[in-house]
């Protein structure tokens, strides 16, 4: 979620660095959450709430995203209970809107596809997709709780190539996934289109 603190690393971290850079800072945006981007994002928070505690928590979030242009989209895999009970009230706090809600059905790759271009009415700056992790090995998008399956029952829903997202099988999704690629944002820093480093130093 978006709850971001000092130490944290990942692509949370960059978005939040090149929407305090669009309030007038000049961070590294390298994914990594260290000294300069809790002073930068302590700053946004005294301009904007008077108080400063450098933890980017969903209200400050909400506050920086605000007129950005941007859009994030959330997807449930409502076939597990327990992801919409837990999840969807967290995301409703981010400010992202309703989720898209999938699950129990084939093809559920290429609905999640379909669902989120409809929404996409904004370059994309975030796609969070929540899902059950069924048999320790893939993110599901539809397949619903299945994680105690035995038998036939298994096979078929390990089978359902398209409602999930598994590395060994991307070369099967690639054509459906690359439908998104110019719905995102594009974000460029230092004149070069972003891409992740994996090692940010820490220091930004």
């Not at 939040?16 to 002073?39: E, F, M, S």
């Not at 992790?133 to 709780?145: E, K, Q």
């Amino acid at each position: 979620m978006l709850d971001i603190q000092l130490g944290d690393r990942g692509p949370r971290v960059v978005l939040l660095q090149i929407l305090l850079n669009r309030k007038g800072n000049a961070l590294n945006v390298d994914g990594a959450y260290g000294p300069k981007t809790k002073t930068a994002l302590e700053g946004f928070q005294r301009n904007a709430t008077g108080h400063a505690t450098g933890h980017c928590d969903p209200a400050t979030f909400n506050l920086l995203f605000r007129d950005s242009g941007l859009c994030i989209i959330d997807s449930l895999d409502v076939g597990d209970e327990m992801v919409k009970r837990t999840a969807e009230p967290v995301l409703n706090d981010i400010g992202a809107g309703p989720p898209i809600e999938l699950g129990l059905m084939c093809n559920g790759v290429g609905q999640l596809i379909q669902e989120v271009i409809s929404r996409a009415n904004c370059p994309i700056a975030l796609l969070r997709l929540a899902g059950h992790g069924n048999f320790g090995r893939w993110m599901t998008v539809s397949v619903g709780a299945v994680a105690h399956l035995e038998g036939q029952a298994k096979q078929d829903a390990q089978s359902e190539y398209f409602s999930y997202l598994d590395l060994k099988h991307f070369t099967e999704l690639r054509d459906l996934l690359s439908q998104l690629n110019n719905r995102f944002a594009k974000f460029w820093v230092d004149g070069a289109p972003w891409m992740f480093p994996w090692q940010g130093s820490g220091d930004t």
